[in-house]
């Protein structure tokens, strides 16, 4: 009786480390049978949004006298922005910045001083439009002011795309698209058929000058220098084979 019971328990144990070994096999062998690829969605755009910012600069002793010119200033440039067919409520203002300036001095007997010099009170005006080629233009002719007796210092402008979030759909779409046709082919030359997709997982979305060597960044490039542009992403891709 206690060798039968042996017996079961020994055949017990040899059918549980078959089963074991067999499946252990089967998901070794299906782990085997899958195949990455990056696919890549790449648009060249044309930027439709511009931003333009310029500076200026006033100094006095009086405080209130620095204020007075510096508003002079302001008036002038508004106007002279308007007269160029800048739309008036694109034309931004930021609030003045206040720095009393000093000198250092330093006497005989080597001693360092600091001496008031004055009030020096900047602003910045920004300008943002959909109307790209009027405000290159713009930005190009500021230097006109300086006949005005108003030192505006101009900023390259920068330009944008406001339609970026459904550009970003149709390239997350285009790179997967792109990555599938990629594993078929492989799928196909390895004699195989490509499956259901395990894994996916999308790049940083990158912005650079169109015809550039600019560099990627893994944190995301966003060009904002050039008014043609180039947009790319990846998509990491996992697909079963069958």
């Given amino acids: 009786m206690k060798n039968s019971i042996n017996t079961v328990i020994i055949a017990i144990t040899i059918l549980i480390t ?19 690829v990056t696919g890549l969605g790449k648009k060249d755009f044309i930027s439709d949004l511009i931003v333009w910012k310029g500076s200026f ?18 008036e002038v440039i508004k106007s002279y ?13 930021s609030s003045v910045g206040i720095e009393k300036m000093f000198d ?10 600091k001496v008031f010099t004055g009030y020096e009170l900047t602003q910045t005006v920004t300008i943002e439009s959909l109307e790209i080629d009027k405000i ?8 006109d002011l300086i006949n005005k007796d108003v030192e505006l ?13 459904e550009l970003k759909i149709d390239m997350i779409a285009s790179a997967t698209q792109d990555g599938r046709l990629r ?18 997982n999308m790049g940083v979305f990158q912005i650079t000058a169109q015809n550039s060597s600019e560099d990627f960044s893994w944190q995301g490039t966003n060009n904002t220098n050039s008014k043609n542009k180039t947009a790319s992403i990846t998509m990491k891709l996992q697909f079963q084979i069958e």
């Avoid at 089963?19 to 990455?36: A, Q, T, V």
């Avoid at 250092?104 to 001083?113: A, F, G, L, S, V």
């Avoid at 290159?136 to 230097?143: M, N």
Wanted: proline share 1%.
């Fill in 18 to 36: 078959a089963l074991i070994i067999s499946n252990s096999f089967k998901h070794r062998h299906s782990e085997g049978n899958i195949i990455n």
């Fill in 57 to 74: 600069t006033r100094k006095n002793m009086e405080l209130k006298g620095a204020y007075t010119e510096l508003n002079s200033d302001r």
């Fill in 81 to 93: 922005l308007i007269s160029k067919g800048v739309n008036e409520k694109e034309i931004v203002f």
């Fill in 104 to 113: 250092e001095k330093i006497d005989k007997n080597e001693t360092k001083t």
């Fill in 136 to 143: 290159e233009k713009v930005s190009r002719e500021i230097t």
């Fill in 153 to 165: 210092s101009s900023r390259e402008p920068e330009y944008f795309y406001s339609k970026l979030s």
């Fill in 183 to 200: 594993a078929e082919k492989i799928a196909t030359n390895a004699g195989g058929k490509l499956g259901k997709l395990r894994f996916a």
